[in-house]
């Protein structure tokens, strides 16, 4: 069974620019979260979405959005970047809602 | 608030030895409460995750953590700990946004 996969691994990127982060969850897990972690902050919740609706969205600017496909695909998007924003990102896949089961590897953002 | 603190930085045991890491948290009621594991350059690792019942939890790997409502904590235990124990561990609460605590990083020494 594939684990959950997200794409792109690294990605650089300068102020302004908006980026795009793809999340595929395991086969049949209708339930993909995003986190941020940094250094500073920690792991934060960013939102969930469970069968193409947002169910649950962290304390974030409306800088950071997200959304879902009919196949569980989900990809998040951060627009207007600033430094603050290098972090890494990771997703995860679940079964049923607010209960983060299997992570990917992460997309390590760099702010340039 | 609800806030999760894992009081401990970092903690440093040798191998065959025992450990229990910390967690105390801050919650309206009673969460749902996980530990993680992260190996460097890796996403998280669920070791275990408690939801109600039984307060003891067995979890992955030989880990075993307990809830005590009387001290809303959830502290993870191994027995034995093996060198690829080292990593950092997370204890995250919550029902529908999860909240980490800032984590553990386990040292192992040989």
């Known amino acids: 069974k594939a684990g959950v996969t997200q794409t792109p691994r690294y990605l650089i990127k300068t102020r302004g620019q908006q980026v795009t982060l793809s999340c595929s969850p395991i086969?049949?897990?209708?339930?993909v979260s995003w986190y941020q972690q940094t250094p500073g902050q920690g792991l934060q919740f960013l939102f969930e979405y469970f069968s193409e609706t947002q169910r649950n969205k962290g304390n974030f600017p409306g800088r950071f959005s997200g959304r879902q496909f009919s196949n569980s695909r989900s990809e998040m998007n951060v627009s207007t970047l600033e430094l603050g924003d290098s972090a890494l990102y990771l997703c995860?896949?679940?079964?049923?809602?607010?209960?983060?089961?299997?992570f990917g590897d992460g997309t390590r953002l760099s702010i340039l | 608030a609800q806030s999760v603190t894992q009081p401990d930085i970092h903690i440093t045991v040798s191998e065959g030895a025992s450990l229990e890491l910390r967690c105390n948290y801050s919650?309206?009621?009673?969460?749902?409460l996980f530990w993680y594991v992260q190996s460097p350059g890796q996403g998280l690792q669920l070791l275990l995750k408690y939801f109600s019942g039984d307060t003891l939890v067995q979890g992955i790997k030989g880990f075993e953590a307990e809830f005590k409502r009387s001290q809303s904590s959830f502290n993870l235990r191994k027995p034995s700990v093996h060198w690829s124990d080292a990593a950092e561990y997370f204890c995250?609460?919550?029902?529908?946004?999860?909240?980490f605590g800032k984590g553990t990083r386990l040292h192992i020494l040989p």
């Open positions: 919650y309206g009621a009673t969460p749902y």
């Open positions: 995250a609460v919550g029902q529908d946004k999860i909240i």
């Open positions: 086969s049949g897990h209708r339930s």
């Open positions: 995860a896949s679940s079964d049923r809602t607010g209960q983060p089961q299997h």
